[in-house]
Each structure stands twice: as structure tokens, then as C-alpha cells.
């Protein structure tokens, strides 16, 4: 499970990274994930990611720091209709310390 802020997700696909940003900046973490959304939880999750500016929790691996996105995509633009379930794939990476 991903906590984004307040928010539990369902993440398959977990990957971890610590990526270099130069050599006179400490590494950032980045994590990557799919999960699921459907229309009744559709406007809650826009609303949450339109932020960009997450408190990121993942404790099964004692993983926290804020995030911002770094790269995001979904399948389906249709979720206002009843019914649908689209698949997101989301890149969060660390704000600079």
C-alpha cells in the first residue's frame, strides 16, 4: 500500500529508485506504481493529484518524504460515466531537500 497524504492506494508494479540529480545534490527517491481508479473514486483522486504536492508513505518499506509527480498516465478519460475503471500508472519523485 502507497499513502498519498491522507489517501491509501493499491499499488501493483511498486518500483523504487534513488536517482542522481548532480553532484552537488543529494539523491532524490522516486517511486513508480499502476492502481486502479473507478468512476465513484474518479473526482476524490483528480482532486488529490491536481495538488502535486504529496506527503508520500509507503510502510511495509519504511519509505516517507514529500513528492511531486514526475511523470503520470491513465487509459481511459471517460471515468465521469458510471460504470468505468481505468488503469494509472504514477511516478512520484522527492522535493528537494
Do not use: C
Not at 43 to 72: C, G, M, W
Amino acid at each position: 500500500m502507497v499513502w498519498i497524504d491522507d489517501t491509501q492506494i493499491k499499488a501493483t508494479g511498486f518500483k523504487h529508485e534513488q536517482l542522481s540529480v548532480s553532484d552537488t545534490e543529494d539523491d532524490v527517491r522516486k517511486i513508480s506504481f499502476s492502481f486502479q481508479v473507478n468512476s465513484e473514486e474518479y473526482h476524490d483522486v483528480a482532486v488529490l493529484l491536481y495538488k502535486n504536492d504529496f506527503q508520500v508513505r509507503v510502510p511495509e518499506l519504511d519509505i516517507a518524504f514529500s513528492a511531486t509527480i514526475h511523470n503520470y498516465a491513465t487509459d481511459r478519460t471517460d471515468l465521469y460515466k458510471a460504470d468505468q475503471v481505468a488503469d494509472y500508472y504514477l511516478e512520484l519523485i522527492e522535493k528537494s531537500r
